[in-house]
């Protein structure tokens, strides 16, 4: 019962997959070619360089340090009032 439900998933898959037209199919291709090309790093080694990126911006993340109210463009410049 299970291996045929299985089956069954696999078999749509593949008829999916080959319903896709060319361009599509030259795409998700030419995005795996360039991935394959990426140089792959250790975990310890991403991590590192992503400690070191946050430790560097940490100072000017307005997430963490909220701008002055002053020099915040997206603050609302009047009240709102309903009539």
Same mark, same amino acid.
């Given at each position: 019962?299970?291996? *045929? /439900?299985? &089956?069954?998933?696999?078999?749509? $898959?593949f008829?999916?997959?080959?319903?896709? *037209?060319? %361009?599509?199919? #030259?795409? &998700?291709? @030419?995005?795996?070619? $360039?991935?394959?090309?990426? %140089?792959? /790093?250790?975990?310890?080694? @991403?991590?590192?360089?992503?400690? %070191? $990126?946050?430790?560097?911006?940490? +100072?000017?993340?307005?997430?963490?340090?909220?701008? *002055? #109210? +002053?020099?915040?463009?997206w603050?609302? +410049?009047? #009240?709102?009032?309903?009539?």
């Amino acid at each position: 019962m299970i291996a *045929d /439900w299985r &089956q069954q998933e696999v078999t749509e $898959y593949f008829l999916t997959s080959f319903s896709m *037209d060319r %361009e599509t199919l #030259k795409q &998700q291709i @030419s995005n795996m070619h $360039y991935q394959a090309k990426m %140089e792959r /790093w250790p975990l310890s080694k @991403s991590i590192e360089a992503m400690k %070191e $990126y946050i430790e560097e911006h940490e +100072k000017t993340d307005p997430l963490i340090h909220a701008p *002055d #109210k +002053k020099n915040n463009p997206w603050m609302e +410049k009047g #009240k709102c009032s309903l009539m």
